[in-house]
DNA sequence: AAGGATATGTAATGTCATAACATATTGGCC
DNA sequence: GGCCAATATGTTATGACATTACATATCCTT
């Protein structure tokens, strides 16, 4: 069972879920001042929160996060992220077959892998169609 | 051809490929003080070319930079990081089979990729093997 | 009600990166 | 050699992202 969020992590979470892109998280304590936040603290402990539930991913490569798009789908899977540079639209997704050479890549090197980020940044196909 | 490096690029580099594991731009900086290098951008704009020369990669996962480990190899293909969050040590690998089915993904999509990171942190065998 | 665990508030600081502007060096061309 | 443009360098200030440290409040179990 997923516990309930706490009231700033409530503030967070709408915030992220409500958002087009991804938001670094001094821009979601802009948008959370009205509602009494102050400090960039207040912000990252939800955050924090929020991705141990896996609710919510961090951009590494943007230093943003944002909403899982399938929450409680992606137990253990390997999650993949493909980022526009122009419209800032995020997709997610996972491919079997990926997590598969990785992992045997790991298992032939005796590393053990404890987290995979896979992030392609690029266009999306809404941003080509308009030129 | 290999353009020569300038003499801000051969210390950063020469700082890079003495390390045992990634440095940030301002751990390099400090390694640097007594060569006369004293501000930020001045690693950073050395930074940049060695990146653009395919000579140093940047690990997004860490904010830090490491010299690439097979320089000339990889000309258009993928390339994956090992991360060990313990000895700090990274592997570069690439793997045909994720690439392709990265692209697969990117083309069905009509998402143009222009630069994929992908990097896996965790232990390395080397720091398993002593518990 | 007591006491521990969790959540929150706040200030200060640490870490990573770039903007703006001045000066110096390099290298082709006449 | 002298000129000019391109590239590289030096320096200061500032912006952007993240954490440490400490105080207070709230929740939950006994
Ligand atoms: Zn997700
Ligand atoms: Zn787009
Ligand atoms: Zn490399
Ligand atoms: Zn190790």
């Known amino acids: 069972m997923t516990p309930d969020l706490t009231r700033n992590q409530s503030l967070v979470m709408k915030t992220l879920s409500g958002a087009e892109a991804p938001l670094s998280a001094y821009t979601i304590l802009?948008?959370?001042?009205?509602?009494?936040l102050r400090a960039p603290l207040q912000v990252y402990r939800a955050l924090d929160k929020l991705l141990d539930m896996g609710l919510v991913h961090r951009l590494e490569s943007l230093n943003a996060f944002v909403a899982c798009a399938h929450p409680h789908t992606h137990e253990q899977e390997l999650i993949a992220f493909a980022i526009c540079e122009n419209c800032g639209k995020v997709e997610e997704f996972s491919?079997?077959?990926v997590k598969e050479r990785l992992d045997g890549w790991a298992k032939s090197h005796r590393f053990r892998a404890a987290k995979t980020t896979i992030e392609i940044r690029g266009d999306c196909g809404g941003c080509e169609a308009k030129g």
Chains 1, 2 share one sequence.
């Open 95 to 97: 491919d079997e077959v």
């Open 30 to 36: 802009d948008r959370l001042r009205d509602d009494g």
